[in-house]
């Protein structure tokens, strides 16, 4: 059974810092696409940033610069490093986990963790 677990989320004042950790089990993430995504009350899930198995990264325009995206394929863990927090960065934040083999679509998510940007 395929689990990603999130952790890392918090109450964080504007301008502060946090790292989100998304851990895998049941799949060997060095073969699959890693992304963060994020949603806010009222809004549609965005995508943050994705690394790919080669280690290119992609960012959406609000948080370059700001955060940034890794992998430990040995720990099978995805790191989103959030600097200069912004209110308008609070939601809750899923890891994603994507592949496609032989034409099969392997898409797997987390449960989420809250990220509350605050003063």
């Known amino acids: 059974q395929v689990q990603l677990v999130e952790s890392g989320g918090g109450l964080v004042q504007p301008g502060g810092s946090l790292r989100l950790s998304c851990t895998a089990s049941?799949?060997?993430?060095?073969?699959?696409?890693m992304g963060w995504y994020r949603q806010a009350p009222g809004k549609q899930r965005e995508l943050v940033a994705f690394?790919?198995?080669?280690?290119?990264?992609n960012y959406t325009g609000s948080v370059k610069g700001r955060f940034t995206i890794s992998r430990d394929n040995v720990k099978n863990t995805v790191y989103l490093q959030m600097n200069s927090l912004k209110p308008e960065d609070t939601a809750v934040y899923y890891c994603?986990?994507?592949?496609?083999?032989?034409?099969?679509?392997?898409?797997?998510w987390g449960q989420g963790t809250q990220v509350t940007v605050s003063s």
């Open positions: 994603n986990a994507l592949r496609t083999s032989w034409g099969v679509r392997y898409d797997y």
């Open positions: 049941g799949i060997m993430i060095s073969n699959y696409v």
């Open positions: 690394i790919t198995n080669t280690l290119n990264t």
